[in-house]
């Protein structure tokens, strides 16, 4: 139980990685608010993991909405009185084009809901970390934001402003006692994936340039979430955790 009842907020866990690091916090004592903007999943793994004794509310959440932002980390400093740990997770990658054929729509929706909404739930929650003197933020960056990846330009700049981000907010709350961390997946075997994975040339491909071979699982990005989120990680801020089986080695 190391993670005994922190209030921990994990965006974007309606599905995929985020679904397991919140299931893996809420397993490990914490209360979990799961979040995104579908919250008929939401209540279900809500309702899954309170029939297992553990605790957990569903907010809505649009992370591209600054209103929506605020509603949540106000219902959440109601009922729980604090934020222990904050996972920006919440991310998007619509679009596989070269950086020619790019449209700009997709450019701005991506960056304001991998970078910009990273950033404002930071500095909402961030607020309440700094009062209460405490806290751990966990970022959800990719190999993309520390290689190129083609046809991913937005993306991959929108992941490496993260890992940016996640720098200088550690350095500037490192004073409040806030640990503001990155993870770093190469590919990971979720919906977010599934466009990729149906092509067998690109899945094949992708694989093979792996060492490992092989796309992540979500829950094999847990454990280093719930490591962050812990006392174990108390002297570890700025940094960004790669889980890639290998990817930045070659
Ligand atoms: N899968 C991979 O290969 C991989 C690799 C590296 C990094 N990542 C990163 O890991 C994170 C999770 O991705 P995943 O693979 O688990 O994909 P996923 O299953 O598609 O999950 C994405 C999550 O983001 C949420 N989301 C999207 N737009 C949102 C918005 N405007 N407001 C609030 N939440 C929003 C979605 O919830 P709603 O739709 O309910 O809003 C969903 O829960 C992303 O940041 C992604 O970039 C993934």
């Not at 739930?121 to 009062?131: D, K, L, P, T, Y």
């Amino acid at each position: 139980m190391r993670l005994q009842d922190k209030v921990a907020i994990v965006t974007g866990s309606t599905s995929g990685i985020g679904k397991s690091i919140a299931e893996g916090f809420a397993n490990e004592g914490a209360n979990v608010i799961i979040c995104g903007r579908r919250q008929e999943l939401a209540k279900g793994i809500v309702d899954e993991l309170l029939s297992k004794g553990l605790k957990a509310i569903a907010i809505r959440l649009d992370v591209t909405i600054e209103e929506s932002i605020d509603g949540l980390v106000n219902q959440v400093v109601d009922q729980y009185g604090r934020i222990d740990i904050l996972v920006n997770n919440s991310g998007i990658s619509p679009v596989w084009k070269r950086a020619e054929d790019t449209p700009k729509e997709a450019w701005d929706q991506i960056i304001a809901t991998n970078l910009t909404g990273t950033f404002l739930c930071s500095q909402v929650v961030g607020r309440v970390m700094i009062e209460q003197k405490n806290g751990r933020i966990i970022n959800m960056t990719s190999v993309g934001g520390e290689v190129a990846l083609p046809r991913l330009v937005a993306y991959c700049a929108s992941k490496a402003g993260i890992v940016m981000l996640t720098k200088v907010l550690a350095a500037e709350w490192a004073q409040h006692n806030i640990m503001v961390n990155g993870i770093g997946p190469s590919f990971v075997e979720t919906d977010f994936t599934a466009g990729l994975r149906s092509n067998e040339k690109i899945y094949s491909d992708l694989k093979d340039k792996n060492p490992l071979k092989r796309f992540a699982t979500p829950e094999e990005i847990v454990g280093t979430a719930i490591f962050l989120a812990s006392d174990e990680s108390s002297y570890i801020t700025g940094q960004t955790i790669f889980i890639d089986g290998g990817w930045l080695t070659i």
